[in-house]
């Protein structure tokens, strides 16, 4: 098997990802090419297949891959046909034979990427289809078809959609405002704090008319974003029609760099309650500011945090590393391994608790996944927080993001990872301390099975050893606290009830694992 250059690789490479969140439009990248060019295809090909060779946490053969995404091009245009009879691989025109082609070794990725890209060339000779589909359109289909041999959370993104991914995780030049067409113009729905859009005096409601003078008349959002957003340090002039001014507003609005927000915070009394929508690289230092921020609004009446991981798809894993840190100040946050020998990644924290060791409650739901599971199920081993809600979703993979030579990205799994106590999240997700679904009808039904000692749920139970492939125990195992898709009231009023009442919230707080007597089977997790 070809040797891995490892760091050659990684430069490539973006961050190590949970999920994906927030759509945003940013790029420097080179204007895109004109045109099919095989040249252009097979290095684009062969880039692609040696990466899933060398990454996926599975071993692959390119072969099958290869095949599969040329047998793709039947989307484009159904009367193509490429199957393997015997060495060769055979092209076909509705089921008349068209080519031929010897079929390189089975990992030859070089090889592959090369008939790839000669496959497509002969057959857009013979389909008027093909032939005036973009580069991108057949780059994508080809893709979709290899990574459909894979699993769910590998993809592939095109030039397009790879720049508004990065920008999403890494930030763009832009005003700091999320926006709506509407009959009458672009709907500020609302001003990011601490943006270009609030500090020059943009407000929610308000009317964009004109951009640099001309009308957003006819133009989609994507156009309306991209005028928007620009470079650092320059300026977009805007036209706006404000409710309570009889005449427009032109407004000057300098860009800076943008990345999304995701922590947002507010008082429930004397509780602070934030909200993590998902992870970028700016989610701890936000959430770090929003802990202070509650620390001093409150003052000594603070009786405790709220961290809300519900709906949070996840994100960028060091961020979910970093954000545990905040309130874990030693012990394993999370683990990750993988078929690659890099992939076997531990952290632990290290780090002072931001929070001064406040009471704290997590609320996950079925929406809650991957970076959310870690901060969820670190927090809970940890005997750190009380885990309120239901089942979370059980993506328990990591995916790096690796970019192609086409400025696109290959999103793909290589790891799998593990909860401080040693269970592997994959399919299973995490198990709440306090559940909030099933034969419960009300948030007082919750308190006396607490007060009952039926609640919480047995920290055995969570860790318990199953093989992740087995549906039958993933099943068994979740029924013990049914997935919830939808936010639920009950989740936050548990929370409330538990942080107002002292010697409730210690019955429901589970103490941390043994974890010095937790071993993890390394060929397991790499497999499975």
Same mark, same amino acid.
């Given at each position: ?45 062969s ?11 599975e ?20 009367? +193509? ?125 308000d009317?964009?008319t ?22 650092? *340090? ?11 001014n ?27 309650? +934030? ?6 690289? *700016? ?14 609004? +409150? ?7 709220i ?8 994100g ?29 990644q ?9 929070s ?6 997590v ?52 790891a ?113």
């Amino acid at each position: 098997m070809k040797v891995l250059d490892v760091r050659g690789l990684l430069r490539r490479a973006g961050p190590l990802c949970l999920a994906f969140l927030m759509v945003a439009c940013a790029s420097q990248d080179s204007a895109p090419p004109l045109g099919y060019d095989e040249a252009r295809a097979e290095r684009l090909f062969s880039t692609g297949y040696q990466d899933v060779s060398d990454i996926f946490i599975e071993e692959v053969s390119v072969s099958q891959l290869a095949i599969a995404g040329m047998g793709s091009l039947a989307s484009i245009d159904p009367a +193509i046909g490429v199957e393997q009879d015997g060495d060769l691989l055979r092209v076909s025109v509705d089921g008349a034979a068209m080519a031929s082609y010897p079929m390189p070794d089975p990992n030859d990725a070089k090889g592959w990427g090369a008939l790839t890209a000669a496959t497509i060339s002969a057959s857009r000779y013979h389909s008027d289809d093909l032939d005036t589909a973009e580069p991108e359109q057949l780059y994508e289909v080809v893709f979709d078809g290899v990574l459909g041999e894979l699993d769910s959370f590998s993809r592939y993104a095109g030039r397009e959609a790879a720049r508004e991914n990065r920008a999403s995780r890494d930030g763009f030049g832009g005003i700091g405002i999320r926006i709506r067409l509407i009959e009458e113009g672009v709907l500020v729905l609302s001003v990011m704090e601490n943006t270009p859009a609030e500090k020059a005096g943009l407000t929610s409601d308000d009317v964009i008319t004109l951009i640099d003078g001309s009308s957003v008349d006819g133009l989609s959002q994507r156009e309306v974003v991209r005028r928007l957003r620009g470079p650092v *340090r320059t300026k977009v002039n805007l036209t706006v029609d404000r409710e309570a001014n009889d005449s427009p507003l032109a407004i000057a609005v300098t860009r800076s760099h943008i990345v999304p927000q995701t922590v947002s915070y507010r008082r429930e009394g004397n509780l602070a309650y +934030i909200r993590l929508s998902g992870f970028n690289q *700016r989610t701890t230092d936000t959430l770090k500011q929003k802990v202070k921020l509650a620390q001093n609004e +409150i003052g000594d009446e603070l009786e405790g945090f709220i961290l809300d991981l519900r709906g949070n798809p996840g994100g960028l894993l060091d961020q979910a590393v970093e954000v545990s840190k905040l309130f874990i100040t030693q012990g394993r946050i999370v683990s990750t391994h993988g078929r690659h020998p890099d992939s076997h990644q531990y952290f632990s924290a290290s780090n002072d608790d931001v929070s001064k060791g406040s009471p704290m409650v997590v609320l996950v739901d079925g929406a809650s996944a991957s970076a959310a599971e870690i901060v969820a199920a670190a927090l809970q081993d940890s005997g750190r927080a009380v885990v309120v809600g239901s089942s979370s979703y059980g993506k328990g993979t990591v995916q790096t993001v690796l970019r192609l030579p086409n400025q696109g990205e290959l999103t793909l799994t290589w790891a799998r990872f593990h909860a401080p106590s040693g269970y592997a999240l994959h399919r299973r997700g995490v198990l709440p301390d306090i559940c909030t679904t099933g034969e419960v009808n009300s948030v007082e039904d919750v308190l006396s099975l607490i007060r009952t000692g039926a609640l919480p749920l047995a920290g055995d139970l969570r860790r318990r050893d199953i093989d992740t492939n087995d549906d039958q125990a993933i099943e068994s195992l979740r029924a013990n606290c049914p997935m919830r898709d939808e936010e639920a009231e009950i989740d936050l009023q548990v929370a409330t009830r538990l942080l107002h009442d002292p010697g409730l919230f210690a019955r429901a707080l589970q103490g941390p694992p043994d974890t010095a007597e937790v071993s993890i089977d390394l060929r397991a997790a790499s497999g499975g």
